[in-house]
């Protein structure tokens, strides 16, 4: 059995024990099992953190597009009417910053960070939704936590709710690495290779031609092997959207 094939029988039907047949019903997850728990989730907390950056020149100069620009109110709201919203700009010419974490706090001391947290709604659906799944519950028992969030949604299986899945997901693998003493990344198997290709993101950069030849010019002498452009005008702004795009 390869590894996604495997996973994907662990995400599933969880960990079985042995002799067990492999479906739902006839099989006991082995988080269950006679091995005594190490230690336990005692809570789950959001924390809200606010503070200022700064930033040379300004912060957002254009948006990418939105699936709701195909009708044309939505189509006009420019960048003053939706990111710079999150990201006000001070007098002093800085940023004001809020952004929320996530905080899973167990009985030996060790707390599972994760964030930032993407908008209060996704903050008010891990601690109404998530966390009483994942008080008392052993924090290295990361397949199973992560079964039991995705089985508790039948309804609601991407979205919001595997966003908020993949939030709680990162917090015991945290743990378990705190717990360890070890990296995360030897956790997953260990590096195999020293070095990877990087790309730069140019989200919120304006578009010219001039200037985007100008920002990738800067980009490319900082090392970066590629970018990655959000263009806000496509095809569902005709052909001049096309022209647009392919300048």
């Known amino acids: 059995m390869g590894m996604a094939s495997k996973r994907y029988r662990l995400a599933r039907f969880g960990r079985l024990r042995s002799g067990c047949v492999s479906s739902d019903t006839a099989c006991e997850y082995s988080n269950e099992s006679k091995q005594e728990r190490t230690a336990k989730i005692t809570d789950v907390k959001v924390r809200r953190l606010t503070g200022t950056m700064t930033y040379p020149g300004e912060l957002w100069e254009e948006r990418g597009a939105k699936p709701t620009d195909i009708y044309p109110v939505f189509r006009r709201l420019n960048v003053e009417d939706s990111t710079r919203r999150a990201l006000p700009q001070l007098e002093d010419g800085g940023y004001w910053v809020t952004q929320m974490f996530l905080n899973v706090e167990t009985d030996k001391g060790i707390t599972g960070v994760v964030g ?7 903050a008010l659906y891990l601690l109404t939704q998530l966390r009483s799944l994942l008080i008392g519950q052993d924090p290295l028992a990361t397949e199973y936590l992560w079964d039991v969030m995705y089985r508790n949604a039948p309804n609601g299986r991407s979205g919001d709710n595997m966003i908020a899945i993949s939030h709680v997901d990162c917090a015991p693998w945290d743990i378990t690495a705190k717990w360890l003493n070890q ?18 993101s140019t989200a919120g950069f304006s578009l010219p031609p001039e200037k985007a030849a100008e920002r990738v010019t800067m980009i490319r002498e900082q090392g970066f092997a590629g970018t990655k452009w959000f263009f806000r005008r496509g095809i569902g702004d005709g052909l001049d959207g096309e022209r647009r795009i392919s300048r």
């Open 183 to 200: 990296p995360v990344l030897r956790l997953m198997g260990a590096a195999v290779q020293d070095r990877i290709p990087a790309y730069a």
């Open 116 to 122: 930032p947290l993407t908008g209060d709604a996704m």
